[in-house]
């Protein structure tokens, strides 16, 4: 089943360690862990965009050290291969002549490439319902990919009630892009990466 990733369970068990669950109303989310907080070395008036930062790079640490050269961190879109909508003598050439040059390095990356499988994992901390449409098209720009994990959390911003992960899930507009991912031959999984917030 494909849900059953050993990586993506991976990444569910390491979030254990650093999100507890909270309540707003009838709405739950995860916050960061006091405990995590300090291990990345970030008070408790800490910027979201470093926690975010300096968790995935503790994640991306972690699966290295299980899974080595299996998979690939920071992996540039379309590295190592042509897109679908070059041909061959397209890739490489000058601006002189008129021929295409790509610079993978300047292409943004995927959080985890598992190269066994051909899965990418994006992993989103922070506006959830932004981030799905970025890292889709990341994906679908790489024929590389055939599975994208998208993890998300539940997580609070003022002034909404649902937020993260739960809007993801819930969007209609997301299941659209889903179903359209399936007609390029591209699996798309929400992934819960802490489920107690949804039980």
């Known amino acids: 089943m494909i849900t059953k990733h050993p990586i993506a ?14 309540q707003m109303g009838n709405y739950r989310y995860a ?12 008070t408790k008036n800490y910027a979201r965009e470093s ?6 790079k503790e994640l991306q640490i972690f699966l290295r ?17 042509s897109l679908r909508f070059l041909t061959k003598d397209e ?18 990356a995927f ?7 051909n899965t990418a994992f994006e992993v989103s901390l922070s506006d959830a319902f932004a981030e799905f449409f970025k890292d889709l098209l990341k994906a679908l720009l790489d024929s590389r990919v055939k599975t994208l994990y998208f993890c998300a ?18 969007s209609p507009m ?8 399936k007609l390029y031959k591209l699996d798309v999984v929400l992934f819960d990466l802490f489920p107690r917030c949804n039980e």
């Open 9 to 22: 369970q991976d990444i569910r068990n390491f979030f254990r360690k650093v999100f507890e669950l909270k």
């Open 31 to 42: 916050e960061y862990k006091d405990a995590w907080l300090k291990k990345i070395r970030l």
């Open 51 to 56: 926690a975010a930062a300096r968790t995935t």
């Open 65 to 81: 050290s299980k899974y080595g050269k299996r998979i690939n961190i920071e992996a540039p879109v379309g590295e190592n291969m």
């Open 91 to 108: 890739v490489g050439g000058d601006s002189r002549t008129g021929e295409t040059t790509i610079d993978f390095k300047k292409f943004q």
């Open 111 to 117: 959080d985890i490439l598992d190269l066994d499988t």
């Open 153 to 170: 959390r539940n997580h609070k911003y003022l002034g909404s009630k649902k937020s993260g992960f739960i809007k993801v899930r819930d």
């Open 174 to 181: 997301v299941h659209q892009y889903i179903s359209l991912a």
